[in-house]
């Protein structure tokens, strides 16, 4: 075990220049994934949490480009590579599992083949062996029969089974970073207990770090140990999981947070969030939150918002919800 | 209080057999599907009826039958007292219809995107040749958005705004009963929360009675006064959302619940349930659950249980008691 985070990323920033304005979809965001963990994004569609993920494995559409800041993979950069290089990379050493099971998997080609080819590509090892990983691969996500069905196509499995063999694929090369965009969203809640278990016993036992981006602060709250909120390109909090969601500090994660149903609240009347996340293109001027934000000054109108270094390390927020609890917990 | 939308025995097969001519050549059966099985309960005039399940349970089926969309294989709807199947007066049936709105998942597939939003609005109403002068302007500020958006076209919305936009339409021909179908999966969390507040306050105004479609069951708990829960077209359990969060007595429903995630559940080890949901056109005999339930025994394998009464709830287990008596709700 080494102090060096496997996953580092230093004021990144992704730009789409457009006709009319440069979009900013990351905007300087930093964090970092140690050995072992999970780290859930979260944020609303448009938050900016896929691009954040697709610009760590290197897979953003052009014309879409990483325009500032360093992504640091086991200590080494990884943002500058070349093409090829980066190839080596991905599927090696960050492997990803994607929201849709079918569309990411070939429907032409048998799952065993498709498994087999990422191991040939990245490891030093013969087509023989390779089938004998690739069974064992299926059997530890928990396939039944993996010897019999690993021949068998996509199309025979059914929606969860298709994501465990996608789980396979992703950790097939044991790649020391998983990027997980929302791995569950398209299941049924007692499969989507399933595959969290089993991306959470995989991770504690291979000692691979997550970034597990997704949408349901429910699965956060299980899953994640830290949990990083994404609010228009800008990280809006991060911390550790029971703190961020339990006390949160920055005004957007409290209304996020009121305005999810809970079984335990009952019929109350769910907190609400006025307005609605502002377009790439016409972010207000300050912080972006100011507009829907109960606790807005002027310096917040003014200034445009902190990162979360420049705070207290948590919430990038100039008027943080002052909590009584956490007071007393620090 | 009266129920106003009765619904009994309802049953809906689909037809999904290879074609005629497969058929004969390879010598295959006709194969059904079996969507809705003998489902049966009443929806009480001013609430909030949930339907909750899983993909292939049957929920949107149940919600198409109610609102006419697809017919019955077997059983009836009333709606006031109305059979729209069987009865024959035409014009009775045409005022239970007008009664009936529904309102769909996916905001940016259910409104036209070359029609003006006043037209849309207005649609349900100018088809039957009411007066349609300012409605849509007042409906959408009933809905919280500003009478100008009359004038504009669907794609100039964010997905939040076309859901309003869409129940400003369900809410055009004055209806007593809307059927809704996954009105907020679509929806980010805190757009969620605006429209499913909305919701509440327009069943507030206009005492309108809602049958809610769902898989959330957070969702559901918040929103309605009765929850059915589906599992492979067949009703398991009915009850108050506080009972069924409280003391769920279907095996289904406690697993259910057990593996919903929790937003207070940090680190939570659970042990993730068994299975998956059986094929509908072979489904198991007797109990649809059976193969996935700890407490399943010969006799689940043989006689599918009927609903029955079991403290202030409805279940169709033969081992409710057992089931009760050994759930434990989560920490």
């Known amino acids: 075990m080494t102090d060096i985070p496997v996953l580092s990323v230093r004021n990144l920033s992704v730009e789409i220049p457009t006709r009319d304005a440069v979009l900013k979809p990351v905007d300087q965001m930093s964090y970092d994934i140690a050995r072992g963990e999970i780290l859930g994004v979260v944020g609303e569609s448009g938050a900016g949490k896929s691009m954040t993920g697709n610009a760590v494995i290197g897979l953003l559409d052009r014309p879409a480009h990483i325009s500032g800041g360093e992504i640091l993979l086991n200590g080494k950069r990884i943002d500058n590579l070349s093409l090829g290089q980066m190839r080596k990379i991905r599927g090696r050493e960050i492997g990803m599992v994607f929201q849709d099971p079918l569309t990411s998997l070939n429907p032409l080609i048998p799952i065993g083949d498709q498994l087999t080819e990422t191991m040939l590509a990245h490891l030093d090892i013969g087509a023989a062996e390779a089938r004998k990983r690739a069974i064992a691969a299926l059997d530890e996500v928990g396939i039944p029969g993996a010897a019999e069905r690993i021949d068998s196509y996509p199309h025979e499995f059914s929606g969860g089974m298709r994501q465990r063999v996608v789980i396979a694929l992703a950790l097939c090369a044991e790649p020391s970073l998983v990027i997980a965009d929302e791995p569950t969203t398209a299941l049924d809640v007692s499969v989507q207990a399933q595959i969290i278990a089993l991306l959470r016993a995989l991770c504690r036992d291979r000692g691979t770090a997550v970034m597990l981006i997704t949408h349901d602060m429910g699965v956060i709250a299980e899953t994640a140990d830290r949990v990083a909120v994404m609010y228009a390109g800008r990280l809006a909090e991060i911390g550790p999981v029971a703190q961020v969601l339990g006390h949160p500090r920055h005004p957007y994660t409290e209304g996020l947070m009121g305005s999810t149903p809970a079984a335990s609240r009952g019929k109350q009347r769910l907190h609400q969030i006025p307005g609605a996340m502002p377009r790439l293109g016409h972010l207000p001027k300050g912080c972006a939150f100011h507009p829907r934000c109960p606790y807005a000054q002027d310096d917040c109108k003014r200034d445009p918002g902190p990162t979360t270094e420049a705070c207290d390390g948590r919430a990038a927020c100039w008027h943080p919800v002052e909590n009584p609890d956490v007071k007393a917990a620090e | ?331």
């Open chain 2, 1 to 331: 209080m009266t129920a106003l939308v009765t619904v009994r025995d309802l049953t809906r097969r689909f037809d999904v057999s290879k074609p005629w001519l497969n058929r004969v050549i390879e010598r295959l059966p006709k194969r059904k599907l079996v969507a809705v099985s003998k489902v049966s309960f009443d929806i009480e005039e001013g609430t909030t009826y949930a339907l909750v399940g899983e993909s292939g349970s049957g929920k949107s089926t149940i919600g198409k039958m109610l609102v006419g969309l697809l017919d019955p294989s077997e059983g009836a709807v009333e709606i006031e007292g109305v059979n729209l199947d069987t009865e024959p007066d035409a014009a009775k049936i045409d005022a239970v219809r007008s009664d009936i709105q529904m309102i769909f998942q996916d905001p940016y597939a259910s409104l036209n995107p070359r029609w003006k939003v006043r037209d849309i609005i207005v649609e349900p109403v100018a088809a039957r040749g009411g007066d349609t002068e300012g409605m849509a302007e007042k409906l959408l500020e009933q809905v919280g958005l500003s009478a100008d958006d009359a004038k504009k076209f669907p794609h100039e919305f964010s997905g939040g705004q076309r859901q309003r936009i869409c129940i400003a339409r369900a809410l055009a021909s004055e209806p007593k009963f809307i059927v809704c179908d996954e009105p907020t999966s679509a929806l980010d969390v805190s757009v969620q929360a605006q429209v499913l507040n909305l919701m509440s306050d327009l069943k507030e105004d206009f005492g309108l009675t809602y049958l809610f479609i769902s898989h959330d069951l957070t969702v559901v708990t918040h929103m309605a006064d009765t929850v059915g829960v589906l599992y492979l077209g067949r009703l398991v359990e009915e009850a108050s959302p506080e009972h069924l969060n409280a003391r769920p007595a279907h095996p289904y429903t406690q697993m259910l619940l057990d593996s919903a995630p929790r937003l207070d559940g940090f680190g939570r080890e659970i042990a993730p349930p068994q299975g998956e949901i059986p094929d509908p056109i072979n489904p198991p005999a007797g109990c649809a659950f059976n193969p996935r339930c700890p407490l399943a025994i010969d006799r689940c394998r043989t006689e599918r249980p009927e609903l029955r009464q079991i403290d202030g709830a409805r279940v169709a287990c033969h081992r409710a008691e057992e089931a009760i008596a050994q759930y434990s709700p989560p920490e």
